[in-house]
């Protein structure tokens, strides 16, 4: 191992040895506030199974499949199940995994409908363990799981011979079609009367290969092939089991990106025996020192809502590695991780905004191994990862996010990877051109012309800047002076698109020509209906300034043109007819879009222009609508966790609207008290006196006693430890920063 690979692992090790005195004698049962339902409707797009945390079985119920309704598998809207499928994703707009559907049922099957009613009164999920009962079948099922392995039971209660089907065909797709032809190879081998095991290789949202063992704890009797349909390959096999009503039949199932071997290995090291029991609770005991980590003060709503989106936020990303540390990564390369830790499910975009900050103060264990996967991910690649599921890429957002993420790690001091070559992969991705970057032309013109990017090119060129701001920082602490004058240039290149007449984000062509005719109102969406904006539209998209709001607010013209215009976003309505599926952009307040990203940071900006009472306002409000302890709770996609990160974020009272400055930006703190428990034995305090439903504004602000004087609060006074503590009020003239005028600069870096 060369040196500086060993460096970085010895942190990593570490990390691990500190995470375990953090999370000793935990005795409060935090999981009992955890509601995996929530998300479960609408386009919340959640599921309800048995995980770890960034584990790689996601085992869970399927009563879908074919469209954008079921990108998880499941919507709890439906009364009928399909099966149980190993591996799901987290609140995504796409949809792929659902791999080795597993389906349970008594006597025979009329015209092959295999599916069953279920009881949803009797429907439970836990962290960790799930259970439902299918009506139709008599027959109850139990879900709970390992890292790299799922394990079923299966308790069958009528008085009819009892069967299992297990379709290996089966997989989440985006139309009902694509399950004859998204396995393009397959093979399969009955061991014993207790195994199967064989590997898939499978086309969705990305190509990639998963090899599997499924052993039962009773021998069945009897196998039979059902027939395969046009384009098939591979199979679905019906399994009979000789039982008496009440008896039950477990089943594991082992997978792993590189080997039937490693698939075999992972039931032998994480699942050994036949104790569901056992699993069940070493998976709730899992989660609860994870939620551990933050001790709220609340209602029982506000805790469940509060405890839920920890517990979504880190579903992923998910640990893809065999025991022994190999993992198939890009380009189908076999590679090693010597302590066990190689993380895909990376949707960047996202969760580079909120999810990936919170996670250097929630997991700071994780981050190092954060970082080092997406490095391994470039060194294979060739770029860093955009949207990486089970390693493999999918291209399917915009940007170079990865870069945010590891200069904000880099900048908070992580020390558990090599910087030069952090660098070195961060530069060579923002110079070289590859999909959706095509820095020859972002650089001839300092933009990207919409006639010759016809797609997204306001939003490539608005999110392109951010990442350059990014780069530019790390420059600079690396003392690459010349680097880091050229990445700051490029992070202004959003003063080319910005419109002095409409005062917005405006495409241009090649020949500095404004896009006509103009509909601000309209929204953009790739994949179907084109356009100028990424899941959005001109309004949405002003306010992706990151990096640069005192810029932004001098181009409209200072603090009082910027608020009204932040004013009309909240609540201008269109009677724009949209075309193509724009169902993403959701979470509406006027044209302000919660329910998607680039919207995330927008509420806070009223504090740079000195309105701080409207940003309090406002999170309330979002509080109350978008954020509910029902399966059509959330107002979107939960996105792997960002959606999750925004209300964690907000509760505590401060987001991170330029989520590499170390700093967050305050807000409003919308619980009593939490305590943060951070590493080496320290806790940071967050209490809000007098907080009420009317009492939503601050009127002050201590830190450690000490008044603040500012709109910031920065990492490191949060990770020190200590107390912050806002004083509310139900009058916004008192709000706390209204009585300081808003001379304090936000501090430019890397803008010239």
């Avoid at 307040?589 to 504090?607: C, D, F, K, M």
């Amino acid at each position: 191992m060369k040196r500086k690979e060993c460096f970085w692992w010895v942190f990593a090790i570490i990390g691990v040895c500190l995470l375990s005195i953090r999370c000793s004698n935990v005795k409060e049962d935090y999981c009992c506030y955890v509601n995996p339902f929530i998300g479960n409707a609408d386009n919340g797009h959640t599921f309800p199974g048995a995980c770890v945390p960034f584990g790689m079985i996601q085992v869970s119920p399927e009563s879908g499949n074919g469209s954008w309704r079921y990108c998880s598998g499941f919507n709890i809207e439906d009364d009928s199940i399909m099966g149980f499928s190993q591996n799901h994703l987290n609140g995504t707009g796409c949809p792929d995994l659902g791999d080795i559907l597993i389906l349970p049922f008594c006597g025979d099957i009329q015209n092959e409908k295999y599916k069953s009613r279920y009881e949803k009164e009797y429907q439970k999920a836990h962290p960790g363990y799930y259970s439902v009962v299918l009506s139709d079948f008599g027959v109850e099922v139990e879900l709970t799981a390992t890292q790299r392995t799922a394990m079923h039971r299966y308790t069958f209660r009528k008085a009819e011979p009892a069967h299992i089907l297990v379709d290996l065909q089966s997989g989440i797709v985006s139309k009902n079609e694509q399950l004859r032809t998204h396995v393009i190879d397959a093979e399969m081998q009955l061991l014993d009367q207790y195994s199967i095991v064989g590997k898939n290789k499978v086309k969705m949202w990305v190509e990639r290969e998963f090899f599997y063992v499924i052993k039962f704890d009773k021998p069945y009797i009897d196998i039979e092939e059902l027939q395969p349909q046009e384009g098939e390959k591979a199979k679905r096999l019906l399994l009979s089991f000789d039982l008496k009503p009440g008896e039950n039949v477990q089943v594991k199932v082992g997978l792993s990106t590189v080997s039937i071997e490693g698939a075999q290995e992972a039931l032998e090291k994480e699942n050994p025996d036949w104790n569901f029991e056992k699993v069940k609770a070493q998976s709730a005991e899992a989660w609860n020192n994870l939620l551990s980590r933050i001790d709220v003060s609340g209602t029982e709503e506000q805790k469940v809502n509060f405890y839920t989106s920890i517990y979504h936020l880190c579903i992923q990303p998910n640990n893809i590695t065999d025991v022994d540390g190999r993992y198939r990564g890009p380009n189908d390369s076999i590679l090693y991780s010597p302590i066990g830790e190689y993380y895909s499910t990376l949707s960047l975009w996202d969760t580079y905004r909120a999810a990936h900050p919170l996670y250097t103060l929630l997991v700071p264990e994780k981050v190092n191994g954060f970082v080092n996967s997406m490095l391994s991910h470039c060194d294979t690649q060739g770029y860093l990862p955009i949207w990486a599921l089970w390693g493999k890429e999918n291209h399917c957002m915009i940007g170079n996010h990865a870069i945010p993420v590891i200069v904000d790690a880099y900048l908070k001091g992580y020390k558990g990877f090599d910087p030069e070559r952090a660098y070195e992969a961060i530069r060579k991705s923002s110079l070289e051109s590859h999909p959706k970057s095509d820095w020859e032309t972002y650089n001839q013109y300092g933009y990207y012309p919409f006639d010759l990017i016809p797609e997204e090119s306001v939003s490539r060129t608005l999110e392109s800047c951010y990442d350059d701001y990014c780069v530019a920082q790390m420059a600079k602490e690396l003392g690459k002076k010349e680097d880091y004058n050229f990445f700051s240039k490029r992070a202004r290149a959003y003063t080319s698109l910005f419109d002095p007449v409409t005062k917005l984000m405006r495409g241009k062509d090649s020949q500095g020509k404004w896009r006509e005719p103009f509909d601000p109102f309209r929204l953009s969406h790739a994949g179907t209906s084109g356009g100028d904006y990424t899941e959005g539209n001109a309004w949405q998209y002003v306010w992706h300034v990151q990096h640069d709001v005192d810029s932004l607010i001098e181009m409209m013209g200072g603090n009082k043109a910027f608020t009204a215009k932040l004013d009309s976003l909240f609540w201008l309505e269109n009677n724009t007819v949209n075309t193509g599926f724009v169902s993403d952009v959701t979470g509406l307040i006027g044209q302000y879009a919660h329910g998607n990203e680039p919207s995330h940071h927008v509420a806070y900006l009223y504090n740079y222009a000195g309105e701080f009472w409207k940003t309090q306002k406002l999170i309330r409000e979002i509080f109350d609508h978008f954020y509910l302890p029902v399966s059509d709770g959330l107002c979107g996609n939960d996105d792997c966790g960002q959606m999750s990160a925004w209300y964690l974020f907000s509760a505590m009272g401060f987001y991170p609207v330029d989520p590499i400055s170390k700093e967050y930006i305050i807000g409003a703190p919308q619980l009593k008290e939490m305590i943060l428990r951070l590493e080496g034995g320290k806790n940071f305090i967050i209490r809000a006196e007098g907080l009420s439903e009317e009492n939503k504004y601050v009127k002050a602000v201590f830190l450690n006693g000490k008044e603040l004087k500012r709109f910031r609060i920065f990492h490191h006074e949060i990770t020190d430890g200590g107390i912050l503590e806002f004083i509310m009020t139900d009058n916004p003239s008192k709000s706390f920063l209204s009585l300081i005028h808003i001379s304090e600069p936000t501090r430019r870096r890397g803008i010239s």
